[in-house]
């Protein structure tokens, strides 16, 4: 089983910038989607952003768009979120996760720890 650990998240003011790191131990990094979900106090876990096995292909969910960009190394094998622009209700905790494909994106693995994002005002 492929195992996924997210790192980069912190406090920051509005506004301001972070970028959230997923590393896998796993030797099929590359054929996977990836994904970035994130869940904020009280609300169910929402899909971010996705990107396809290559790199080449990507999808945001409507809120974050223009202002998240998720990208990958793979060989590396980690993937990347850089959050620009951020607001207070971008605070949640950030999981990544993998997917046979990109559409629709469905996590087959075990959720990480995560990591926490918190944005204030």
């Known amino acids: 089983q492929v195992q996924l650990v997210e790192s980069g998240g912190g406090l920051v003011q509005a506004g301001g910038s972070l970028r959230l790191s997923c590393t896998t131990s796993?030797?099929?990094?590359?054929?996977?989607?990836m994904g970035w979900f994130r869940q904020a106090p009280g609300k169910e876990r929402e899909f971010v952003a996705g990107?396809?096995?290559?790199?080449?292909?990507?999808t945001y969910t409507g809120s974050v768009k223009g202002r998240f960009t998720i990208s990958r190394d793979n060989i590396k094998n980690t993937l990347y979120l850089q959050m620009n622009s951020l607001k207070p209700e971008d605070t949640a905790v950030y999981y990544c996760?993998?997917?046979?494909?990109?559409?629709?994106?469905?996590?087959?693995?075990?959720w990480g720890q995560g990591t926490q994002v918190t944005v204030s005002s």
């Open positions: 996760a993998s997917s046979v494909k990109l559409f629709p994106f469905t996590n087959f693995g075990s």
């Open positions: 796993g030797r099929t990094f590359g054929t996977y989607a």
């Open positions: 990107i396809s096995p290559s790199g080449s292909t990507s």
